[in-house]
């Protein structure tokens, strides 16, 4: 199983980037997929996450209004379109396959991990 996330980079304070997570369908199919972060010295913790059919997500308190996830399940692609990013946000950024089809903030209920991809945001 294989997940590639991408669209990691290095931006100023107050600008943008949009996240992918691709995979294939047969692990894409029926599962919630969740985005978390881990910045250096810090715990995973828990960014947004979106049910299969992409009807229900939820948010991080500290990214609310800010970030929106979203999937195209046409082209088994999950996103993460982040705006008014801060220095705080500067992170790995991980995408994972849930067990079930709604999402959950606890990573333990994530099956498959993608490899990350770097978020750097200066000040």
């Known amino acids: 199983v294989q997940l590639q996330a991408s669209g990691g980079g290095l931006v100023e304070t107050g600008g943008s980037l949009k996240l992918s997570c691709a995979t294939s369908?047969?692990?894409?199919?029926?599962?919630?997929v969740g985005w978390f972060r881990q910045a250096p010295g810090k715990e995973r913790e828990f960014v947004a996450h979106?049910?299969?059919?992409?009807?229900?997500?939820s948010y991080a308190d500290s990214v609310k209004g800010r970030f929106t996830i979203s999937r195209d399940n046409a082209k088994n692609i999950v996103y993460l379109e982040m705006n008014s990013l801060n220095p705080e946000d500067t992170a790995v950024y991980y995408c994972?396959?849930?067990?079930?089809?709604?999402?959950?903030?606890?990573?333990?209920?994530?099956?498959?991990w993608g490899q990350g991809t770097q978020v750097t945001v200066s000040s």
């Open positions: 994972a396959v849930g067990r079930s089809s709604i999402g959950s903030s606890d990573s333990s209920q994530y099956t498959y």
């Open positions: 979106i049910s299969w059919r992409g009807h229900v997500t």
């Open positions: 369908k047969r692990t894409f199919s029926n599962n919630a």
